[in-house]
């Protein structure tokens, strides 16, 4: 199962990108607008003064053997971030497998860090 989760609120997922060409990974994974829609039915949720559901993006990323360490230093030398209303610095691991894509880390949203977990089904084969 799809998943897009940050902090406690699950996003679920909506268009996903994900391309490796020349060894460089381009991946870009949305919430669910609908999941995002249910969320701001309710005034006093944490994320009611988002417009839309948050996107992560990596962009020409190099393949390092399907498991990249993204740090600050990493974050400096590649365009990578989670967008919400703003572009947001993440930390944390993103791993290819056969049957998933993962991203497990930390973003830090409006000077709150939260926890970032996505899991995403892998439909190509790097």
């Known amino acids: 199962m799809n998943s897009f989760k940050i902090g406690k609120t699950e996003f679920g997922t909506g268009k996903i990108s994900f391309t490796v060409t020349n060894n460089l990974i381009n991946l870009e994974i949305n919430g669910n607008d609908q999941t995002f829609n249910s969320i701001m039915e309710d005034d006093n949720n944490e994320w009611s003064w988002a417009l839309y559901p948050p996107k992560i993006y990596l962009k020409d990323v190099p393949n390092e053997n399907n498991k990249i360490i993204i740090d600050n230093d990493y974050l400096n030398k590649y365009d990578i971030a989670l967008y919400m209303m703003d572009y947001n610095d993440f930390t944390g691991i993103l ?23 996505i899991h995403i089904e892998n439909t190509i084969k790097s």
Request: no cysteine; proline share 4%.
């Open 95 to 117: 791993e290819i497998k056969d049957e998933f894509i993962s991203i497990i880390g930390q973003v830090n949203i409006m000077g709150k860090l939260f926890p970032l977990t």
